[in-house]
T-cell receptor, first 116, second 111 residues
Framework: NAGVMQNPRHLVRRRGQEARLRCSPMKGHSHVYWYRQLPEEGLKFMVYLQKENIIDESGMPKERFSAEFPKEGPSILRIQQVVRGDSAAYFC??????????????FGEGSWLTVV | AQSVSQHNHHVILSEAASLELGCNYSYGGTVNLFWYVQYPGQHLQLLLKYFSGDPLVKGIKGFEAEFIKSKFSFNLRKPSVQWSDTAEYFCAVNHASKIIFGSGTRLSIRP
C-alpha cells in the first residue's frame, strides 16, 4: 500500500526556469494539500485540491505559482520563472476526506527545489 | 485567523530526561489537534491527534499530549526520551479546509 509519492525528490533549476513538482496521493485519497517548508521555518499551507477542483488556494503566492489535480494522473505544483527565494522543500499530503472532517492527512517525502 | 505557536525552537535534553513541548493555538471553537514528527531527512509522520473525548491523548513511541481548552494548549510529553527521538516536532490544528502548522521545535538528545 504505497504512501504519498512525490517526484522528483530533488530538483535544481536556474533562475527564470519552470519547476514542476508531482504528487500521487495514497490509494483511495481524493484530497491533496501542498505545503512549503523554508529553512528554519515550519510548514506553510499553500493549496488544497480535490479532483479537478481547487478548494482553497489562500496560501499560494499570487503570481508564478499554480496547482492542479486532474481527473487522471498526479497533482502538479507548477512554479514559473523561479527565483532564489523559491528554494524550499515542498511537501504534498493527502487524505480520504477533507481536513475539516477531522481526517488525518498523510505526507509524502517532499521535493527539494534549489534555484541557482 | 487561526495560528499555532510553538515557543521552544530548539530543546536539548539528555537521554532519560522528561520532555514537554509547548503548543498554543488561537482559535476558540471546536478544533482538531495534531502532533507530527519529522526525523532527519524523512517526511512528517503523525504522532498523535485529538478530535474529542479524553483530553489526554496517547500516541506512538510513548508520546502523549494533553488538550487544555481553557489554556488553548496541546503540549506534547514523554516521560523518558531516547537518542532516537532526535527530530523536529510540529504541532498542528485544523482550520476550515486545511491544517495549520506551528514553526516546529527541534529536539536534540545527548547520548
Amino acid at each position: 500500500n504505497a504512501g504519498v509519492m512525490q517526484n522528483p525528490r530533488h530538483l535544481v533549476r536556474r533562475r527564470g526556469q519552470e519547476a514542476r513538482l508531482r504528487c500521487s496521493p495514497m490509494k483511495g485519497h481524493s484530497h491533496v494539500y501542498w505545503y512549503r517548508q523554508l529553512p528554519e521555518e515550519g510548514l506553510k499551507f499553500m493549496v488544497y485540491l480535490q479532483k479537478e477542483n481547487i478548494i482553497d488556494e489562500s496560501g499560494m503566492p499570487k503570481e508564478r505559482f499554480s496547482a492542479e489535480f486532474p481527473k487522471e494522473g498526479p497533482s502538479i505544483l507548477r512554479i514559473q520563472q523561479v527565483v532564489r527565494g523559491d528554494s524550499a522543500a515542498y511537501f504534498c499530503a493527502s487524505s480520504s476526506s477533507g481536513a475539516a472532517s477531522g481526517n488525518t492527512i498523510y505526507f509524502g517525502e517532499g521535493s527539494w527545489l534549489t534555484v541557482v | 485567523a487561526q495560528s499555532v505557536s510553538q515557543h521552544n525552537h530548539h530543546v536539548i535534553l539528555s537521554e532519560a530526561a522528561s520532555l514537554e513541548l509547548g503548543c498554543n493555538y488561537s482559535y476558540g471553537g471546536t478544533v482538531n489537534l495534531f502532533w507530527y514528527v519529522q526525523y532527519p531527512g524523512q517526511h512528517l509522520q503523525l504522532l498523535l491527534k485529538y478530535f474529542s473525548g479524553d483530553p489526554l491523548v496517547k500516541g506512538i513511541k510513548g508520546f502523549e499530549a494533553e488538550f487544555i481548552k481553557s489554556k488553548f494548549s496541546f503540549n506534547l510529553r514523554k516521560p523518558s526520551v531516547q537518542w532516537s527521538d532526535t527530530a523536529e516536532y510540529f504541532c498542528a490544528v485544523n482550520h476550515a479546509s486545511k491544517i495549520i502548522f506551528g514553526s516546529g521545535t527541534r529536539l536534540s538528545i545527548r547520548p
